[in-house]
């Protein structure tokens, strides 16, 4: 770390590295590459017991493979952890044959083109979920394990690591997958998985995504149970938000009621109580996100933190009562 600048190119030699000394390198070549940012072009090792003996000539055996396997393990981890998989992306993307090969050479272009929609499913699923978009999320995990099997030979050819990563890969995001969830036939298997989704950004600390999308998610069940359609953001959703808001306002000694047309079905729910200190919990929440902290009484990070996933057990139960479990 003493000789090798910032973003360096370097070749390893490690022919005359004996006993542990080879393990030694390849732990710095990691550290140099996290560290540094260092570029590593080769690392070699000059087989002395396999040499031609009459011309007195040894092979030199390219180790280098070996360390892109420490970039494909990151980025999985990266990609399972958080959801992010602009660097697994990367690394296929990297595999992808020259623009002037895939022109001149069939193999070449089919080559290219199973590592680019490889890339393409795992942007496209990253993307959804960092934005909060579960009905994208659905969509792109259900085509995430057809594309990748599809991209299979490619990826064995040019990018041999990923074929093992791959399945934790789909078991992790296969369980959000449906084709149509906007369909009003899949409703109920769209809000079973939109609670699922949710469940995961809790367990991999991603609350703002959590609690914007449980919000949501509240209303789209009620729409979905007072026999609404969830997408409509221009009648059903603001009625239903509306008799959610009129229970806050019950319980209040100043009450300012709005009459809507869904305050009946909503009183009458067994579950109505609970639901709206559930949804003053979980407004008192988004907004405090969403203003970022810059108002009086603002929550610390940690205390967000433990708010959001206290109430993960209130929307497991609400699943339980109003949806039906045959549809998960």
């Known amino acids: 770390t003493g000789v090798v600048e910032t973003g360096e190119t370097v070749i390893f030699d490690v022919t005359h590295s004996f006993r542990s000394l080879p393990f030694l390198a390849f732990l710095a070549v990691a550290y140099l590459k996290a560290a540094k940012q260092v570029q590593v072009e080769r690392v070699l090792y000059g087989a002395y017991e396999g040499r031609d003996e009459a011309a007195n000539r040894s092979p030199i055996f ?3 493979p070996f360390v892109s396997l420490l970039d494909w393990l990151a980025a999985t981890n990266r990609f ?5 998989g602009h660097a697994m992306s990367r690394l296929l993307r990297a595999g992808i044959p020259p623009g002037i090969q895939m022109g ?29 978009r579960p009905v994208e999320s659905m969509q792109s995990a259900a085509h995430l394990a057809t594309t990748l099997q599809a991209a299979a030979p490619g990826i064995l050819q040019r990018a041999r690591p990923f074929g093992l990563l791959a399945e934790q890969v789909v078991q992790q995001y296969g369980q959000f997958g449906l084709d149509d969830p906007a369909e009003d036939a899949h409703a109920t298997s769209s809000l079973w998985r939109q609670l699922r989704m949710i469940t995961w950004y809790l367990e991999h600390r991603r609350i703002i995504q959590a609690v914007t999308m449980a919000r949501e998610w509240v209303v789209s069940l009620l729409a979905y149970r007072f026999g609404g359609d969830m997408f409509d953001n221009r009648a059903t959703r603001p009625a239903v938000e509306l008799a959610l808001n009129n229970g806050v306002e019950r319980l209040k000694s100043n009450s300012k009621l709005r ?3 869904y305050d009946a079905q909503y009183e009458a729910l067994p579950q109505a109580s609970s639901l709206t200190g559930l949804w003053s919990q979980l407004t008192d929440l988004r907004n405090d996100i969403a203003h970022a902290g810059m108002r009086k009484g603002a929550k610390a990070a940690s205390q967000l933190d433990q708010k959001a996933r206290a109430l ?5 139960t609400l699943a339980d009562v109003l949806l039906s479990p045959a549809s998960i």
């Open 312 to 316: 993960q057990p209130a929307l497991e």
């Open 259 to 261: 009459p809507g047309r």
């Open 80 to 84: 399972l952890d958080t959801g992010d």
């Open 62 to 64: 390219d180790l280098t």
């Open 104 to 132: 001149a050479d069939l193999d070449a272009r089919r080559l290219g083109q199973q590592l680019r929609s490889a890339a393409e499913a795992i942007e496209s699923i990253s993307l959804a979920l960092s934005v909060a």
